[in-house]
């Protein structure tokens, strides 16, 4: 076998030994949202299932928002954490993660405020008026969880960057038991409690996310490789979080700007009535699971190309990166395939409810067709991200999805000659993915040349 096949293989192991156990964290996290949905959508009554599975995306819409802008900010974690651990410099990784810790408490006002004003602003955006009160008790009670999840965010990434993912699998895996439990007893009321619905669903999941936070806390207090308390002095002052909230903040707008993208979707959705919004929500579910593997390969790829950066052996940071993409395009293609030959089985898994089943029919088809360049991506971004590289990013980002995808999509699901309706969005959406992803394959093009051309 020749040395460059040997590289590629010894590279594609630790990719996969990374990127597998990541990934099925990500799918047990998300699988946490679907139960919701699937508890929430076989109630008893109609109009009940309805308005729960409605109401339950609705809240979800305004809370995750900025939830994943807090995420975003918190995962400049990685490139931080594995150009330090390429470097062997441990004294940066604690440092990384002690000024993390009180951040958290910051990056979690965006909910908040989100929940104070999320009455007036679903009725801005004409959503049914059946849903919003629902929708809004459903969104005041998932945010005490918010800062726990924020916390085990903290947690997770550098153990991630350190390959230490026992931890992590154990504590998912508790706290899908956990919620599936707490769902069939809050929301459908078992075990002599009050059928709740959308609320229980909600209260449901704060309780989980205090769990995901403290449990990872107990498991991982020997494995992060730096001591969790007491916190460093300088990890306390308000100038330190600041200093890391700006270094993330590229981050967390390139998130933000990608999931509200797919929000603002979801509200034009709300027009066409809750059947439509469900119908979407089940296809987005449907998206958002088989986007987890390649997240996985992109968080392995930030972790893998960042540490060869901080090494500076930057032959290795090229193969990383092209490998990730890759990997990343081939896991979607199997997606693409279900969604494409079997789109009524899977929506029918969701929902028994055969008018939201109908439309979920017509979207999952166009989900089929971004996939695999969906793939592409986000797996370019997290090499990226681990290169160092985010502000471009987050322009990038903003190219695609809002000066192209949103417009894009509304004009064609209401203006004449088209007028779509529900499809028309979708295929916005798939305008956007393709786009952005032809200018992030550029970009990492660009910054892997400048990083592996030799200075004169």
């Known amino acids: 076998m020749s040395l460059s096949a040997s590289n590629l293989g010894q590279e594609l192991r630790l990719q996969l030994r990374l990127a597998l156990p990541i990934a099925f964290i990500q799918v047990g996290m998300l699988m946490m949202g679907v139960v919701d949905m699937l508890v929430c959508g076989r109630l008893e009554d109609e109009a009940a299932r309805r308005l729960a599975v409605g109401a339950v995306s609705l809240g979800h819409s305004f809370t995750f928002l900025p939830l994943m802008f807090g995420m975003g900010i918190l995962m400049v974690l990685d490139p931080l954490v594995s150009q330090a651990l390429g470097a062997r410099d441990q004294d940066a990784v604690e440092r990384a993660v002690h000024r993390s810790v009180p951040l958290t408490l910051l990056v979690s006002l965006p909910a908040l405020l989100a929940v104070l004003f999320a009455r007036p602003l679903m009725q801005f955006f004409a959503q049914p008026e059946e849903l919003i009160p629902i929708a809004v008790d459903y969104a005041w009670s998932i945010l005490p969880g918010v800062p726990f999840f924020l916390g085990f965010i903290v947690l997770r990434q550098p153990l991630q960057a350190q390959h230490r993912l026992r931890p ?11 919620n599936l439990g707490l769902n069939l007893i809050l929301v459908q009321g078992h075990l002599g409690a009050p059928a709740l619905g959308a609320l229980g669903s909600g209260i449901a999941t704060s309780i989980v996310r205090v769990a995901l936070f403290l449990l990872l806390a107990y498991f991982a207090r020997h494995q992060l490789g730096v001591p969790l308390w007491p916190l460093r ?13 700006w270094q993330g903040l590229p981050i967390g707008l390139q998130m933000l700007l990608e999931g509200g993208a797919f929000h603002a979707i979801a509200l034009m959705m709300g027009w066409f009535g809750k059947n439509v919004l469900s119908a979407h929500m089940v296809t987005l579910q449907y998206a958002a699971l088989s986007f987890m ?12 190309v960042g540490y060869e950066l901080g090494a500076g052996r930057f032959d290795q940071m090229r193969r990383a990166a092209w490998l990730a993409c890759a990997l990343g395009m081939a896991v979607m293609s199997v997606a693409a395939i279900l969604f494409w ?3 009524e089985n899977l929506a029918w898994y969701m929902t028994p ?4 089943v109908a439309i979920a029919v017509q979207l999952l088809p166009i989900a089929a067709a971004f996939q695999i360049v969906d793939g592409l991506q986000v797996v370019a971004t997290g090499a990226l991200r681990g290169a160092g590289d985010l502000r ?4 990038l980002h903003l190219l695609g999805f809002w000066a192209l995808g949103v417009p894009f999509g509304w004009w064609l699901a209401f203006r004449e000659p088209f007028a779509l309706g529900p499809p028309g969005l979708w295929i916005g959406l798939a305008a956007a993915i393709f786009a ?6 550029l970009r990492l093009r660009s910054v892997l040349n400048r990083c592996c051309t030799p200075t004169r």
């Open 392 to 395: 471009v990013a987050m322009l």
């Open 293 to 304: 593997l390649p997240l996985g390969i992109s968080q392995a790829a930030a972790v893998r």
């Open 233 to 245: 002095r300088d990890a306390l002052s308000l100038r330190s979080a600041l200093a890391l909230f």
């Open 353 to 356: 409810d055969q008018a939201i």
């Open 168 to 178: 992590l699998i154990v504590v998912i895996l508790i706290a899908n038991l956990l």
């Open 341 to 343: 030959l079997i789109p």
């Open 436 to 441: 952005t992803a032809l200018f992030m394959l």
